[in-house]
């Protein structure tokens, strides 16, 4: 581990900016001058949409441009947006909608966009947005998440998208009905609005050939070869970059309708255009998270040993499919469907569903908190049921060490994992011993204690190839290029100190560039827990190749063979010369050796890594309000090998506060006629301080064998193991009054609901 | 249009804008000041935290003339030249902000909670802050920066009681 970083918790070097007030996010950056956007946004869940007249709102004061559907011809720009469908479980693809820039013909969600008006300030862009009048005859609104209803696709009837499914179900069915217990469970899994507090916003600039479009993303090329499509442009007359972001989690990572016919309006005007989404609006029109219900079956033999496992599931899609929609709650769940057990026998089944709502997609972790929490609500149900305790049941059906690598029934092939270990230490963290103790103090101020255990695993994803290029500048200083992007994870420290370590560059030289499509030719962005992994192993093999080279070259120098790196210096047989990286770069430079003064290197990882853990919540609920508390919240991870354990144990306190969010305050409503009814942070529960306990954090590491650093990757797991904590812990603290806990999110009002039911029955 | 003087961060500044500009707009369009954010427009997130004449007041509920003639503080007045205030500097060492959007908003908060409790409890910490959001840090270390900026021991990483408890 010495060689692959030093673990040491290294504050960043990028919070000068930030603590100082100079970060640049995109908001900050627009242009001398650029003109203003705003959208026009629909008013009504679905309704027929008559041609939009602009005629009126172009007389208007200081309006440039105003642009309704039927005009995005004359602006060149294609009308509809892309994205990905899977495969159902007959062979058949899911559907395709077209999904438009600018509302045509029919408008399927409150929010879609309508029309564009570009003006030269953003009051004035405001006006001219209120005076435009959208006729919209309505439709009834679609809103469940149940097959039928009306139809906002024809190409969708009983507006199903998908029927995916894998496993066999007959197999299943038959090791269900021969098993000796079964146990089933409903799973809610709710709706949340992702709010990165910075909304999402962009700027678009034309100079006569070429589109420079910033926007707060996750990364640029598929952005760039999607805007070069959309406009007819050649990708080399794209250039994207993205600034400081202000969180992402998912939701910035999938292009909107909002870039496409901004990107045109700057090409047809010629003038830069800012625009910046309010709250309400991004409320409105960003990607969503999770939604979905799933019946799970589970079966185990007479030693609770689990025989299969069988998940129906049902999820929102919105009105559209958003870029990555489809593939979430299927193959994405898919991924670590099967948990940290031992399960042979397996089938799932999940069907898509429209909905007049705005679109779902990918929100911090995408498919592996859904699939942890269903199967992990589902085992502590078992536990309960069954009358098992719940670690036992865990420990009974546990891949064991010596079964590594291990291929799952449907999947993937973990590497390696010692969940015993992690579970033993997280029973220890958590105090597990006195919990009888505190459940009775709790008693005794007639509040109710539950305990809650979730054992996750996940499997970083996103894209498995990542290349790093380092070059020597003539200032002295050194530019590593990285095809990630940093939204607020530290990337410049955690890239800048490994690098350093790697060469004995000091830091202080090392600049990251990120972001940036002129400057750099390709890479995958943020997204999938992997960023470190993937760009610190590509950096890996950058550094190799600049050691071979400089050391060719001072071979062929001093005429010496054996010249050695030891990490900071050149040890040349000899001679007492001890040349550092920068040294060498600088003889090259002065010897017109250009080609030494630039290295990049692409690598593919062999395989995914699967970082695992345990996460204990114990919470306390007041009977006489409804109000639940975490008391006590701790996590063990297994990540691997730490590369800045001070960061990654960040990365576990904002996933757990996000896990935590969605199951004690955040509620979406959407009221029967698809308005939705919590569209500002005053009806939108967001996690306040006051929300949320310290959050305890240890680590088990089994180093992964898929990457050189033996790294596993930190940015989603606390997500994925906070919903069935906190949820297992909420049907404890209503097992002591002989109840079932409500469905998530346990608010003050539903909970003290749930908790009549008692009084009820006692009368 | 009104015409308006004020001092910001101890420089004077004069300026015209219309009767409906913000504070906060006057701040990051007119005066070039991008430091304090806009995250919510109805005055919960707290991204927009400035103080006026010693008062912390959300800059995306005030208008601009509404602070004629006021000292105005923002997160670029809070560094001493090079050197960063200890509030600044707590969150810096302790891993107070992740993607730093709240962040501006969080320190003019918590200087001004330092300025009446000088030795808050992390109960008290977390109260003050309902009017602060994050999404990234789940507050535990911008509480333990607070902590540490207040000159008191930090917890260490073990779990501990809720604010509440």
Redesign the interface.
């Known amino acids: 581990m010495e060689k692959f970083g030093k673990a040491q918790p290294v504050a960043r070097f990028e919070d000068h900016r930030f603590v100082t007030g100079h970060g640049r996010y995109i908001d900050d950056i627009a242009p001398e001058g650029a003109l203003h956007a705003v959208f026009v946004r629909s008013q009504v869940a679905h309704g027929t949409l008559a041609p939009v007249d602009l005629t009126d709102v172009r007389e208007m004061d200081g309006v440039r441009l105003a642009v309704a559907a039927e005009d995005l011809d004359e602006l060149g720009v294609r009308n509809s947006m892309k994205a990905t469908v899977v495969k159902n479980r007959d062979g058949t693809k899911g559907v395709k909608t077209l999904r438009p820039i600018l509302a045509t013909g029919r408008v399927r969600f409150v929010g879609e966009p309508i029309a564009l008006i570009v003006a030269d300030t953003l009051a004035q862009a405001k006006d001219a947005a209120e005076a435009v009048f959208a006729e919209i005859d309505d439709l009834p609104a679609k809103v469940d998440i149940a097959p039928g209803g009306e139809t906002l696709h024809e190409n969708a009837p009983e507006n199903v998208a998908f029927t995916w499914g894998k496993g066999d179900e007959d197999t299943v069915k038959s090791a269900i009905a021969g098993a000796a217990h079964v146990v089933h469970t409903r799973v809610v899994d709710n709706r949340i609005i992702v709010n990165s507090m910075e909304p999402r916003g962009c700027v678009a600039d034309w100079d006569g050939e070429r589109l420079h479009f910033g926007f707060g993303g996750q990364g640029v090329w598929g952005t760039r070869d999607e805007l070069a499509k959309m406009l007819d442009l050649k990708k080399k007359q794209v250039h994207v970059t993205n600034p400081d972001v202000g969180g992402g989690f998912g939701m910035k990572g999938m292009d909107y309708p909002e870039y496409f016919s901004i990107a045109g309006a700057a090409r047809a005007l010629g003038r830069p255009i800012r625009w910046m989404s309010e709250r309400t609006e991004a409320m409105l029109s960003d990607n969503g998270g999770r939604d979905l219900i799933s019946d799970t079956t589970l079966a185990f033999d007479a030693d609770f040993r689990l025989v299969a496992y069988h998940v129906e599931t049902v999820c929102n899609l919105g009105a559209y499919n958003s870029q990555y929609a489809q593939p979430i709650q299927t193959d994405l769940f898919l991924k670590v469907a099967t948990g940290v057990y031992d399960l042979r026998t397996v089938s799932l089944n999940c069907r898509g569903i429209y909905t007049n709502t705005t679109q779902i997609d990918a929100y911090r972790g995408a498919g592996r908190p859904e699939a942890i929490f269903a199967l992990e609500r589902s085992m502590d149900n078992a536990a309960r049921t069954l009358g098992v305790d719940p670690l036992d049941l865990r420990r009974r059906n546990f891949i064991k060490p010596d079964q590594f690598p291990y291929k799952t029934a449907l999947a993937e092939t973990y590497d390696v994992g010692d969940f015993e270990r992690v579970l033993d230490r997280v029973a220890r963290e958590a105090d597990l011993a006195g919990f009888a103790a505190r459940r009775a103090a709790s008693e005794a101020k007639g509040k109710l204690r539950g305990q809650g255990l979730c054992y996750y695993i996940e499997s970083i994803l996103g894209d498995k190839e990542e290349t790093s290029a380092i070059e020597y500048g003539d200032n002295g200083k050194v530019r590593l290029y990285v095809g990630t992007q940093s939204n607020g994870q530290g990337h410049e420290t955690v890239y800048a100190t490994f690098l350093s370590d790697q060469t004995g560059i000091p830091v202080e030289a090392i600049e990251i560039v990120q972001g940036d499509s002129d400057l750099i030719k390709e890479g995958g962005g943020t997204g999938g827990s992997r960023s470190v992994t993937v760009q610190n192993t590509a950096t890996l093999a950058t550094v190799e190749t600049m050691t071979r080279a400089f050391q060719s070259y001072l071979a062929e120098k001093t005429g010496e063979d054996g010249i050695e790196f030891d990490d900071e210096r050149f040890r040349i047989p000899g001679s007492n010369e001890t040349p550092t990286m920068l040294d060498v770069a600088a003889m090259a430079r002065a010897d017109g050796r250009e080609d030494l003064l630039r290295f990049q290197e692409k690598i593919e990882l062999e395989s995914r890594s699967f970082p695992n853990g345990a996460h204990i919540a114990e919470v306390e609920i007041d009977p006489e309000t409804g109000l639940v508390s975490v008391d006590r919240y701790t996590v063990t991870d297994d990540f691997g090998n730490l590369i800045n354990p001070m960061l990654a144990e960040g990365q576990v306190h904002g996933g757990v506060a996000q896990g935590i969010g969605q199951a004690l305050t955040e509620r979406v409503v959407y009221d029967g006629e698809g308005q939705l009814l919590t569209a500002t942070f005053m009806d939108y529960a967001m996690p306040r301080a006051y929300d949320l306990p310290m959050i305890g954090f240890t680590t088990e590491p089994v180093p992964s064998t898929t990457n050189p650093m033996g790294m596993k990757g930190c940015g989603e797991a606390g997500t994925v193991g906070a919903l069935a904590a906190i949820a297992n812990a909420m049907a404890d603290a209503f097992s002591t009054r002989g109840l079932d806990a409500p469905d998530m999110p346990f608010t003050p009002e539903r909970v003290w609901q749930a908790l009549q039911q008692e009084a009820i029955a006692a009368e | 249009m009104e015409s308006l003087s004020l001092t910001v961060n101890g420089k004077p500044v004069s300026a015209e804008v219309?009767g409906?500009t913000l504070l906060v707009q006057l701040l990051?369009e007119t005066l070039g000041?991008?430091?304090?954010?806009?995250?919510?427009?109805?005055s919960?997130?707290g991204?927009c935290l400035v103080h006026v004449n010693g008062d912390v007041v959300k800059a995306c509920t005030m208008f601009a003339f509404e602070a004629d003639g006021a000292e105005v503080t923002?997160?670029?007045g809070?560094?001493d030249g090079d050197d960063?205030h200890p509030i600044?500097e707590a969150?810096?060492?302790h891993?107070g902000?992740?993607?730093?959007?709240?962040?501006?908003g969080m320190?003019m908060s918590a200087a001004a909670l330092l300025k009446e409790n000088p030795k808050p409890t992390?109960?008290e910490?977390?109260?003050h802050?309902?009017g602060?959001?994050?999404?990234?840090?789940?507050?535990?270390?911008?509480?333990r920066a607070i902590l540490a900026a207040s000159g008191q021991p930090v917890?260490e990483?073990?779990?501990?009681?809720?604010?509440?408890?």
Request: glycine share 6%.
């Open positions: 219309e409906r990051r000041m991008t430091g304090t954010h806009v995250g919510c427009d109805t919960q997130c991204a923002t997160i670029e809070m560094a960063l600044q969150f810096r060492t891993h902000l992740q993607c730093g959007f709240c962040t501006p320190i992390e109960a910490i977390r109260h802050l309902e602060n959001i994050c999404r990234c840090t789940g507050y535990h270390n911008i509480v917890p990483r073990t779990a501990t009681a809720t604010a509440d408890a």
